[in-house]
């Protein structure tokens, strides 16, 4: 059985799932173990596998769904990843959730490249169908807490808020515990999308898919750029810098 070594700063889900991939790639037949490396003690990190085959269905369901949009004008695709205190979920509140939708010319009346109308979800339709619903959980929902209680990620939904801001009053959390590992999976499976060339097929050009929450944090931003190697966000971004959102 194979191991891959990583130091502790680089453990990020991104590489988890890189290094995965590529030891596959060089001839693995499962996903190896991984040890990470911390001050020099060896750490295991467990449900590698198990992450990869969440990414995978979190995925199918998202073509799913898109498969089905036939509306004309679509012109940009919604990851809403948002927590509130009021979301409860297995004994948890402030917890996640995360929905796609869509949104078309007609929406946005025809709004210029980098105007808010465009690009700001609050005027936005937001005819959203669940992905991670606390409200109805699927397996994808059951699928995540198992992965958050595999992983030792616990009080999920509770904030620091005594290291959110940094000396500057700039914001640097990452939102409620859960709710940056969720980005990520939402992150790697719109990247995988636009990799795959799905969205391009099913919509005949290039769109954007943006990862967001009601408000516009870092970590949105950051999650939205490695969701669009290719540089499909690219008039979102310019759009958000516009608006003094970034």
Same mark, same amino acid.
């Given at each position: 059985?194979? %191991?891959? /070594?990583?130091?502790?700063?680089? /453990? *990020? ?6 290094? /995965? ?5 060089? #001839? ?16 295991? @990190?467990? !449900? ?15 073509? *799913? %769904? ?7 004008? %679509? @012109? $940009? ?7 509130? #205190? ?9 917890? *996640? ?9 007609? &929406? ?12 700001? @979800? ?9 992905? %991670? ?6 397996? /994808?929902? =059951? ?5 958050? =209680? ?6 999920? !939904? ?9 000396? +500057? ?25 636009? +990799? =795959? ?21 870092? @970590? &949105?931003? +950051? ?15 310019? $759009?958000?810098? +516009?608006? #003094? $959102?970034?």
């Amino acid at each position: 059985k194979s %191991i891959l /070594c990583l130091k502790s700063g680089l /453990c *990020s889900l991104e590489s988890i799932v890189y290094c /995965c991939d590529l030891a596959i790639k060089l #001839g693995v037949r499962q996903a190896p173990t991984l040890v990470v490396v911390n001050d020099g003690a060896f750490e295991k @990190y467990s !449900g590698v596998a198990e992450i990869k085959k969440f990414i995978e269905a979190a995925k199918d369901a998202v073509k *799913s %769904i898109i498969e089905d949009w036939n509306e004309e004008g %679509i @012109y $940009a695709i919604s990851f809403f990843v948002e927590s509130n #205190g009021a979301y409860e979920y297995n004994g948890f509140e402030n917890v *996640s959730m995360w929905a796609i939708s869509y949104n078309t010319e007609d &929406d946005c009346d025809g709004a210029d490249e980098l105007d808010e109308e465009r690009w700001n @979800y609050a005027f936005w339709r937001q005819d959203e169908t669940s992905i %991670i619903d606390i409200d109805e959980p699927d397996e /994808c929902t =059951e699928a995540l807490y198992k992965w958050y =209680e595999e992983q030792g990620i616990e009080n999920i !939904g509770f904030e620091d808020m005594d290291n959110m801001y940094d000396e +500057e009053c700039n914001y640097i959390g990452k939102g409620p515990v859960g709710h940056y590992e969720l980005l990520g999976i939402a992150a790697n499976v719109a990247k995988k999308l636009q +990799e =795959e060339g799905f969205v391009a097929k099913q919509f005949k050009k290039s769109l954007p898919i943006i990862i967001h929450g009601l408000e516009c944090a870092w @970590y &949105d931003i +950051e999650a939205t750029q490695k969701a669009n190697p290719n540089g499909e966000a690219d008039t979102y971004i310019n $759009a958000m810098k +516009e608006m #003094g $959102a970034i």
